[in-house]
Structure formats: C-alpha cells, structure tokens
C-alpha cells in the first residue's frame, strides 16, 4: 500500500516521561503528512511527575490511568482506541530513533508487523538485561522455529485487525511485546524485522531484571503450548516414555518385575502426549 493511502495511530505509552515525552511527540509528528490519516495517542500509566498533564498541551489525544498498571495494559488501551488500519508504538523515553518511522511505513506491504529490530550499529542494551535477554531469545526462536533478531522490542508497525485476534492474551505487563511477537510468528503471519540502532533512555527505567526475565520465560512456554502445543509437549513426553521403557526394562531383567519409578515415567510421558494431541486439536478448530 502507497504512504498516501496509509491510515496509522501512533500509540505512546508514558510512564513519567514529562521530560522526554514533548520532543518524542513532535519529532514523531512529523511524519504525519507521509500519510493518508494519522493521529498520536499518549497513554499516561498513572504517572506522578505531571506527565499527563504536560501531555494534554500537546496535539495528541490522551488516556490516563489513575495508577500504573503496566506497559501492556497501556497499549491494550490504546489499541482499544486506535482509529486507524495500521498501530505504530514507540516509547516516550527518547531510546528508539524516531527517524526510522517512514521505514517502517514503506514496509507496510511486505507483511502483517514490521518491527525495529536493536541490531544497528548503535545498541545501548545495559549489561544485566542481555544474558536473559539472549536466553530468551533462543527459547522463543526454538519454539516459534523463526529467527528472531529481536524480541521485545518497543517500535513497531503491525495491522489492527490482525493485532485484536490474539487481544484476550495480551499482559498488563512489559512482556506485551514478546506476546504479539509470538503469536504473528506461530500463527503464520508475516514479520518483518529492520535494523535499527537503540539510545540511551531518558531517565529511569522500570524494569526490574530478574521478575521480567522469569515471566518472559513462562510466558513464551504458555504462548507457545497455545499455538504450537505439539512442540512443546511432544519432546518431553517422549523423553520420560523412553527413560521409562529403559528403567522399566532394567528392573524386569534385573530384578524379575517392573519398578513403580519406571511404569510412572510411561504414564506420565503418555498422559503428556494425550494433552498436546487435545491441545492440538482445539487449536486447529480454532483457525476454522
């Protein structure tokens, strides 16, 4: 689709950002005559710098949170909503470079997201996010079976309509990314993944490490039972079948009866298969 037929919500989440969110709005207002319609939302997330009131002097429409209830929950509400066929999110903090917005909208043809992957020249990723972030990572890209240069990242462009599909298993939280990110991939949509170089942030952050990184793992292992359960299932299952078979074999030969460890591994392993066959079994009806 030509730019001039484009029609795109920019969605900015706030969480005191009173000091970089004026110039992230204009420098992303810019670009708005690169398109057929556009319009910015600022989703203040119960901030208490007088972010939502600094936010409400500028052209853009806002939503505010009494308190803060998360980066995802924040996007949820902005999608809600979001006028426009196509989503644009970017942080307020002055991290994403905002420069690189009309590549992502010349991309809108070649698939259903198109993200702003931090593999530029120029990544600022703090030294004790990028262990779990590398973990998580590889376990997603097992999973999915896609390569993905990045994960979570806060800057990109994807289709409403296909976005509010997966709605009810979106987070409050900052694993919002990781969420949609998983479910284009394992439901065959197309994704895109640009280069793009990754700033230092403007003031605080609120992510905290070691609760993000724990839940970013369960939660790619629940998004993926969902779309891919035999995957997940299956390779366990036939792990404890087997380790099964071979104490159970030990035990017969050795000792002239099967041990109760090895009969439970078989049990448990084919129990196991019988969920991911159920599971994959609602998943397909659900894509009828």
């Known amino acids: 689709m030509n730019l001039s037929e484009l029609s795109v919500t920019v969605l ?51 939503i505010s949170h009494e308190r803060n209830l998360g980066y995802g929950a924040s996007l949820k509400d902005g999608m809600r909503e979001a006028s426009h066929e196509w989503i644009l999110i970017i942080d307020a903090d002055g991290t994403y470079p905002i420069d690189q917005i009309p590549r992502l909208l010349e991309a809108n043809g070649e698939a259903e997201m198109i ?41 990109r462009l994807f289709r409403k309509d296909v976005a509010m599909r997966f709605f009810p298993l979106y ?31 403007i003031g605080k952050s609120s992510i905290k490490p070691i609760r993000d990184f724990t839940n970013f793992c369960l939660l790619i292992i629940r998004i993926c039972a969902c779309f891919k359960p035999l995957q997940v299932f299956v390779p366990p299952a036939l792990v404890l079948i087997s380790a099964g078979t ?16 090895g009969v439970s591994l078989v049990l448990t392993g084919v129990q196991m298969l019988f969920i991911a066959l159920l599971a994959d079994l609602v998943d397909q009806r659900m894509k009828m």
């Not at 706030?14 to 398109?35: G, H, R, W």
């Open 246 to 261: 071979i104490k159970g074999s030990f035990d017969y030969f050795g000792q002239g009866h099967l041990g109760l460890l």
């Open 12 to 62: 900015i989440p706030a969480y005191n950002e009173v000091n970089a969110l004026p110039d992230t709005v204009a420098l992303v207002n810019q670009y708005a005559a690169l398109v057929k319609s556009w319009e910015i939302i600022v989703i203040d997330d119960g901030s208490t710098d007088g972010t939502a009131e600094v936010a409400r002097k500028l052209e853009v429409k806002v």
């Open 171 to 201: 987070p409050d939280g900052f694993s919002f990314t990781t969420t949609i990110t998983l479910a284009m991939l394992t439901n065959r949509y197309r994704v895109k993944f640009l280069p793009i170089n990754y700033h230092k942030r």
């Open 115 to 155: 993200v702003g992957a931090r593999t530029g020249e120029v990544v600022q990723v703090p030294l004790l996010r990028r262990p779990g972030k590398w973990i998580i990572t590889r376990l997603a890209e097992y999973l999915s079976q896609r390569k993905i240069p990045d994960l979570n990242s806060g800057l």
